[in-house]
């Protein structure tokens, strides 16, 4: 891999790829124990797929308050409409390996580390999430929704029994008032059965409105689609935090690298510059200038190490594992990824972003759904409520508190009527709110088009200018190199003084922390890119580039 502190060989580097070599065999189908064990090391690539089945990630040995079980993390595959956009390729590609000219310092082994790369914070993320969960059971939620619409037209079934007791005055279907003692009894299917009217909950009942059993299923299937792209729109957010997130730690990796490498030329120049002090050759004031450097550059490892524990901590949080964690990437050297074809123009990747983004399509649904419930309220005057009762049991009456002459009893009732709502403006109010809804749903969906297109055109802008940046950063580093080496060899050819070096060995220390920050910079803006075009960001063997 190209170092931190590696000198490139520009010319057709933008053009010469390969592949990137940290693919997981914890992504392998059917891993067995060996390579479980062997996930947080190198393998070779793997054909790419979109529909891997699960595979266990063992978690990090943790702290007691923090046993949790190994997760199962379910792949997302991509949905027949993203898919069909998708060109798969091997791998990430990265770009082009250098010679390593002046390699920034490895970062000291850590025992109680746990080291991690960008497939296994992926893997974790997309299976631990708990907004893709939440999302998920929202869909559960919509599905079931659906199974409950289009069961409206069958009839539920009851069981039961009553008993009825009356003694005074009553009157009967004449008009005539009388006292009377009189008791009744009924068991079967149904339920309040007194005198001589039908169940009051009849055995087999159905009481619905036509309008509704003809429009809500179409609803709730749209409504169950939307919910299903909304999930997708999850997941893809999270893959992004997670990526973004690893790449951060990565980076704040190199910028520790390159803060030792610093601090150790600034103690090199400051016992060179101590030996001039003492022979006479140089003066102590320089010296003291020196050893002024070196606490400078103390206090930037200090503060490098600070920022790589935090990205560490907001990992954690991603990934939803334990908070003392001490992560740290198993790449020791950062590199530049190409994921995204951004040498497409920007047009067409808008068009494949408008086509291929789950959120559009979560929009789309969300319109139909509201479209569906308009047209049920256009429909709810003209077509009727229905009831319908069936009941059959067992019945007995008799006077006083006897119950004679028990026997069976069948009662059928079926009941259509028609209903105007509050002398129709309950109707128009109805009709009304749902036009609104409708109106806004549209709005909503032109909103997120509009929001895609911007997302995708920044992000597009985002990898142009930070390849430039890029490849600005790399020549710098060039010169601030050599500048650093010249330096060295006037001081040990007896030309010049030590404290001569000091002005290169800055700009060194900060080309290389700003080679560092535009190489992440970029990764971040290609999986922004990926994430703005629809597309999932996944594991290195599971890549697929428009």
Same mark, same amino acid.
């Given at each position: 891999?190209?170092?931190?502190?590696?000198?490139?060989?520009?010319?057709?580097?933008?053009?010469?790829?390969?592949?990137?070599?940290?693919?997981?065999?914890?992504?392998?189908?059917?891993?067995?124990?060996?390579?479980?064990?062997?996930?947080?090391?190198?393998?070779?690539?793997?054909?790419?797929?979109?529909?891997?089945?699960?595979?266990?990630?063992?978690?990090?040995?943790?702290?007691?308050?923090?046993?949790?079980?190994?997760?199962?993390?379910?792949?997302?595959?991509?949905?027949?409409?993203?898919?069909?956009?998708?060109?798969?390729?091997?791998?990430?590609?990265?770009? /082009?390996?250098?010679?390593?000219?002046?390699?920034?310092?490895?970062?000291?082994?850590?025992?109680?580390?746990?080291?991690?790369?960008?497939?296994?914070?992926?893997?974790?993320?997309?299976?631990?999430?708990?907004?893709?969960?939440?999302?998920?059971?929202?869909?559960?939620?919509?599905?079931?929704?659906?199974?409950?619409?289009?069961?409206?037209?069958?009839?539920?079934?009851?069981?039961?029994?009553?008993?009825?007791?009356?003694?005074?005055?009553?009157?009967?279907?004449?008009?005539?008032?009388?006292?009377?003692?009189?008791?009744?009894?009924?068991?079967?299917?149904?339920?309040?059965?007194?005198?001589?009217?039908?169940?009051?909950?009849?055995?087999?009942?159905?009481?619905?409105?036509?309008?509704?059993?003809?429009?809500?299923?179409?609803?709730?299937?749209?409504?169950?689609?939307?919910?299903?792209?909304?999930?997708?729109?999850?997941?893809?957010?999270?893959?992004?935090?997670?990526?973004?997130?690893?790449?951060?730690?990565?980076?704040?990796?190199?910028?520790?690298?390159?803060?030792?490498?610093?601090?150790?030329?600034?103690?090199?120049?400051?016992?060179?510059?101590?030996?001039?002090?003492?022979?006479?050759?140089?003066?102590?004031?320089?010296?003291?200038?020196?050893?002024?450097?070196?606490?400078?550059?103390?206090?930037?490892?200090?503060?490098?190490?600070?920022?790589?524990?935090?990205?560490?901590?907001?990992?954690?949080?991603?990934?939803?594992?334990?908070?003392?964690?001490?992560?740290?990437?198993?790449?020791?050297?950062?590199?530049?990824?190409?994921?995204?074809?951004?040498?497409? /123009?920007?047009?067409?990747?808008?068009?494949?972003?408008?086509?291929?983004?789950?959120?559009?399509?979560?929009?789309?649904?969300?319109?139909?759904?509201?479209?569906?419930?308009?047209?049920?309220?256009?429909?709810?005057?003209?077509?009727?409520?229905?009831?319908?009762?069936?009941?059959?049991?067992?019945?007995?009456?008799?006077?006083?508190?006897?119950?004679?002459?028990?026997?069976?009893?069948?009662?059928?009732?079926?009941?259509?009527?028609?209903?105007?709502?509050?002398?129709?403006?309950?109707?128009?109010?109805?009709?009304?709110?749902?036009?609104?809804?409708?109106?806004?749903?549209?709005?909503?969906?032109?909103?997120?088009?509009?929001?895609?297109?911007?997302?995708?055109?920044?992000?597009?802008?985002?990898?142009?200018?930070?390849?430039?940046?890029?490849?600005?950063?790399?020549?710098?580093?060039?010169?601030?190199?050599?500048?650093?080496?010249?330096?060295?060899?006037?001081?040990?050819?007896?030309?010049?003084?030590?404290?001569?070096?000091?002005?290169?060995?800055?700009?060194?220390?900060?080309?290389?922390?700003?080679?560092?920050?535009?190489?992440?910079?970029?990764?971040?803006?290609?999986?922004?890119?990926?994430?703005?075009?629809?597309?999932?960001?996944?594991?290195?063997?599971?890549?697929?580039?428009?």
């Amino acid at each position: 891999m190209t170092g931190v502190g590696s000198i490139p060989s520009p010319p057709g580097w933008e053009v010469r790829m390969r592949k990137l070599p940290f693919i997981l065999t914890v992504a392998l189908c059917g891993a067995n124990a060996e390579q479980q064990a062997a996930a947080q090391v190198v393998a070779q690539s793997v054909p790419p797929t979109f529909s891997a089945p699960a595979v266990m990630i063992p978690l990090p040995p943790t702290t007691e308050g923090f046993d949790t079980p190994p997760t199962v993390v379910e792949p997302v595959p991509l949905l027949a409409e993203q898919a069909s956009h998708v060109t798969p390729v091997s791998a990430i590609e990265v770009m /082009p390996q250098t010679e390593n000219v002046a390699p920034a310092a490895p970062l000291p082994i850590d025992p109680d580390a746990y080291p991690i790369d960008l497939a296994t914070a992926v893997h974790l993320a997309g299976g631990r999430s708990l907004a893709v969960a939440l999302a998920r059971e929202q869909a559960r939620e919509a599905q079931a929704r659906v199974m409950a619409a289009d069961a409206l037209w069958l009839p539920s079934i009851r069981m039961g029994l009553n008993y009825n007791k009356h003694e005074g005055v009553i009157q009967d279907v004449v008009g005539n008032a009388f006292n009377t003692s009189r008791g009744a009894f009924y068991s079967g299917m149904g339920a309040g059965a007194v005198g001589a009217g039908s169940p009051v909950f009849p055995g087999i009942a159905a009481n619905f409105h036509l309008a509704d059993a003809l429009a809500q299923p179409l609803a709730a299937r749209q409504t169950a689609a939307s919910r299903s792209r909304a999930t997708s729109a999850a997941m893809n957010d999270v893959l992004l935090e997670a990526a973004v997130g690893y790449m951060d730690l990565l980076a704040r990796a190199q910028e520790i690298a390159v803060a030792t490498e610093a601090l150790d030329h600034a103690k090199r120049l400051g016992e060179l510059t101590g030996s001039f002090a003492q022979s006479g050759e140089g003066t102590q004031a320089d010296a003291d200038r020196a050893s002024t450097e070196v606490g400078l550059r103390e206090i930037e490892a200090a503060r490098a190490d600070e920022a790589m524990r935090t990205a560490a901590a907001r990992l954690t949080e991603i990934l939803r594992l334990d908070p003392t964690l001490k992560l740290v990437p198993i790449e020791q050297q950062l590199e530049p990824l190409e994921i995204a074809d951004s040498s497409l /123009p920007v047009g067409e990747l808008v068009a494949r972003g408008l086509s291929a983004r789950p959120e559009l399509s979560e929009q789309r649904h969300l319109v139909a759904a509201a479209v569906e419930r308009l047209r049920r309220e256009r429909m709810a005057p003209l077509v009727p409520s229905l009831l319908i009762g069936t009941s059959y049991g067992g019945f007995g009456a008799g006077l006083g508190g006897d119950i004679d002459d028990f026997g069976d009893r069948f009662d059928f009732d079926a009941v259509a009527y028609w209903e105007l709502r509050n002398l129709g403006v309950g109707d128009a109010a109805a009709r009304s709110t749902a036009q609104a809804q409708v109106g806004q749903a549209r709005t909503r969906q032109t909103a997120m088009l509009d929001r895609v297109a911007r997302e995708v055109v920044e992000a597009h802008a985002r990898v142009t200018s930070r390849r430039t940046q890029m490849e600005a950063a790399r020549r710098t580093l060039e010169a601030a190199d050599a500048s650093y080496r010249r330096n060295l060899e006037r001081i040990h050819g007896g030309v010049g003084l030590p404290l001569e070096s000091l002005q290169s060995l800055q700009a060194l220390a900060t080309v290389r922390r700003e080679f560092v920050r535009t190489v992440a910079d970029f990764n971040t803006a290609q999986f922004q890119l990926q994430r703005a075009l629809g597309y999932p960001i996944a594991a290195p063997e599971q890549v697929a580039v428009p």
